[in-house]
């Protein structure tokens, strides 16, 4: 199977990379390829232009933005892996989600009605974030988050997410907590 991770944070010592290595350790088994896109890295431009925008409309992309197409396209499966930051994706993540999962490549309107075009395709999520489970689920963010991230991006796009996993308090984790996490990331790919 050959899986894609689309990594975004800047730390190498954050959990989110713990995260990265252990999927990617999981992944690299025989049968499987598996190819990481580090948007840090990779410095990429997560700034939509004007250019972009009219690019779109006529099929025509920028060519960095062809090339993370073309990793999708390849891709059996997908892992986004990134912290959750004011309630959302960071800045590089939703940039590269407003440039590369753009219209007539990961969706369409086909007689005003949506259509995904990345069906067939596997989609894992792995975030992280500072509050508790708990704080997230009283204030009611976590469907919030399911909702903004799993239907308004990745099934609107005709991803099957397959899992969406979320990391709590991940500034103070502990060892036994990580350890539970990286067995819930394997047990993700099941």
Same mark, same amino acid.
């Given at each position: 199977m050959k899986h894609l991770i689309i990594y975004a944070h800047p730390h190498a010592g954050s959990l989110n990379h713990v995260i990265l290595e252990t999927a990617v350790s999981? +992944?690299?088994?025989?049968?499987n390829e598996v190819v990481v896109r580090d948007l840090y890295a990779l410095m990429?431009?997560?700034?939509?232009?004007l250019?972009?925008?009219?690019g779109q409309r006529k099929g025509q992309v920028d060519e960095k933005v062809a090339?993370?197409?073309?990793f999708i396209q390849w891709a059996d499966a997908i892992t986004f892996i990134y912290p959750i930051w004011w309630t959302g994706l960071p800045a590089i993540m939703k940039g590269y989600i407003d440039r590369v999962m753009s219209y007539g490549f990961a969706y369409r309107y086909?007689?005003?009605?949506?259509?995904? +075009?990345l069906t067939g395709k596997k989609a894992y999520i792995f975030n992280t974030h500072g509050k508790s489970k708990e704080e997230y689920e009283a204030t009611g963010m976590d469907q919030a988050l399911l909702l903004t991230s799993d239907k308004g991006i990745y099934t609107y796009c005709g991803l099957e997410i397959r899992s969406h996993l979320f990391f709590d308090k991940a500034d103070r984790a502990g060892e036994?907590?990580?350890?539970k996490?990286?067995?819930e990331i394997k047990n993700a790919y099941i």
């Open positions: 999981y +992944l690299q088994k025989p049968g990429f431009d997560p700034v939509l232009s250019e972009d925008m009219a090339a993370e197409q073309e086909d007689q005003g009605i949506q259509k995904g +075009l036994e907590a990580i350890e996490w990286k067995l």
